[in-house]
């Protein structure tokens, strides 16, 4: 037989509700689910709505938005590293443009070396 309860705000009062039902030789419904529902919602700092499918329902709509949370953390996390790795080519790139750069000129210079020493060369040979 179930017992009829309405405005439990706390698993202290659900135990009360539970001893009295039981006294009857009844008992409340979905005791253990409430009792672990009632247990999260004053672990996460959020007052009871007074009923089983009140509770259930606020209960899940946290859940939901931790989940929501975690999820929008994961995709920024992504994006970070993302952008990260993008940085890291952008750098590679300019680095290597610029030994490139560095590669030409030393190159030039030392081109024009050679041919300013092969012409005194010959004007000397």
Do not use: C
């Not at 706390?10 to 006294?23: G, N, R, W, Y």
């Not at 529902?37 to 009140?54: C, F, M, P, Q």
Request: proline share 1%; no cysteine.
């Amino acid at each position: 037989m179930a017992y009829r309860v309405d405005g439990i705000e706390s698993e202290d009062e659900l135990k009360k509700a539970q001893a009295a039902a039981q006294a009857q030789g009844a008992s409340v419904p979905n005791y253990n689910e409430w009792q672990q529902i009632l247990k999260d919602l004053n672990e996460a700092g959020v007052e009871s709505t007074g009923s089983y499918a009140g509770d259930k329902a606020k209960l899940k709509e946290i859940e939901t938005a931790v989940e929501n949370f975690i999820k929008e953390a994961q995709t920024e996390q992504i994006a970070q590293e993302r952008q990260k790795e993008t940085q890291q080519v952008k750098e590679t790139s300019e680095s290597d443009k610029d030994q490139q750069i560095k590669a030409t000129v030393a190159n030039a210079t030392s081109s024009m070396i050679m041919a300013d020493y092969m012409k005194y060369y010959h004007l000397l040979s």
